[in-house]
């Protein structure tokens, strides 16, 4: 079955860190680039980080640039994102999403980890 | 960056409907432009890409258009699980969504 399943999540003190996990399953995980997406409490879709097939290129939303890594594991299908200095807007579900054949849309999406940012 | 302006913000609308949802980029996309449908506590479902093409297993009331800055999404006969929020998303550089719209039952 072709799915992505995330993990990690959780509760966060301001300033604190956190890792999350997205476990790909039933498709050629190296061959496509991959993505975080996040979504905050009651608002819309927010582009975080995109790493590409082979692991070389990341790119970064202005609003987690240097704080954020994407990284992927190929040999284990696993993509992954570590998050430092982390602060109350970052409180949101991390989706974690497959690029398309053509271009940077998000053809599979997994259910979401949710990531709560508070003191 | 380029900015997605999405409208309206939300609708309501009957079962039967013509409902159409715009997306104007702040500058050419061509044509690098995804719809999505989200519902409450779900992940979001890829509609179409590349302005107009419909995914596999996606009703065939969904279609897009448009091009340079301003493109539509039109659901030809709401269906009453088209209930939903759906988001545009420019992937020309660098991904950026539209605010999103919520379809609502009138």
């Known amino acids: 079955e072709v799915q992505l399943l995330e993990s990690g999540g959780g509760l966060v003190q301001p300033g604190g860190s956190l890792r999350l996990s997205c476990a790909a399953s039933g498709f050629t995980f190296s061959s496509y680039a991959m993505s975080w997406v996040r979504q905050a409490p009651g608002t819309g879709l927010e582009w975080v980080s995109t790493i590409r097939g082979s692991g070389g290129s990341t790119y970064y939303a202005d609003s987690v640039k240097g704080r954020f890594t994407i990284s992927r594991d190929n040999s284990k299908n696993t993509l992954y994102l570590q998050m430092n200095g982390l602060r109350a807007e970052d409180t949101a579900v991390y989706y974690c999403?497959?690029?398309?054949?053509?271009?940077?849309?998000?053809?599979?999406w997994g259910r979401g980890t949710l990531v709560t940012v508070s003191s | 960056d380029i900015q997605m302006t999405q409208s309206p913000s939300s609708l309501s609308a009957s079962v039967g409907d013509r409902v159409t949802i715009t997306c104007r980029a702040s500058q050419g996309i061509s044509n690098s432009l995804a719809w999505y449908q989200q519902k409450p506590g779900k992940a979001p479902k890829l509609l179409l890409h590349?302005?107009?093409r419909l995914e596999s297993g996606v009703p065939s009331r969904f279609s897009g258009s448009g091009s340079g800055t301003d493109y539509t999404l039109t659901i030809s006969s709401l269906q009453p699980e088209d209930f939903a929020t759906y988001y545009c998303?420019?992937?020309?550089?660098?991904?950026?969504f539209g605010g999103g719209t919520k379809v609502e039952i009138k």
């Open positions: 999403a497959k690029a398309g054949n053509e271009g940077w849309y998000f053809d599979l």
């Open positions: 590349a302005a107009s």
């Open positions: 998303q420019q992937y020309y550089s660098g991904p950026t």
